[in-house]
């Protein structure tokens, strides 16, 4: 896992605006998948479950709605942009945010925060 920081924002705002919640701890891991249930995602972000995240995520739409959060990994400043498309428990603890890279969002190279 890859130990980083990420900063959300809700549907309706993104940077330069201020985030909904900033510097939040994650491990985000490159992980593209699908199954009947969820279409497509591209990474798996796993946070504390106190994390105010939330997704808009309609079985039979298979993509992230108009209403799902956008997460800048590392930061607002230089971050990878993504959308969440999925908010599910995973333990006491934590919760898994499955993530699907915005597409044309910049990747600074060489990076961890893909």
């Not at 039979?60 to 993504?82: M, Q, R």
């Amino acid at each position: 896992m890859a130990a980083n920081t990420a900063d959300i924002y809700r549907s309706s705002s993104g940077p330069p605006a201020t985030p909904a919640t900033s510097g939040v701890a994650i491990d985000l891991v490159p992980w593209g998948s699908h199954n009947t249930s969820v279409i497509m995602y591209t990474h798996v972000m796993t946070c504390a479950n106190t994390v105010d995240v939330r997704d808009d995520y309609t079985i039979s739409s298979g993509a992230f709605g108009p209403g799902a959060d956008k997460v800048l990994i590392p930061n607002k400043t230089t971050g990878t942009e993504y959308r969440v498309l999925l908010v599910r428990q995973n333990g006491p603890t934590s919760k898994h945010v499955l993530l699907c890279r915005v597409p044309g969002s910049a990747v600074p190279w060489p990076t961890d925060s893909v």
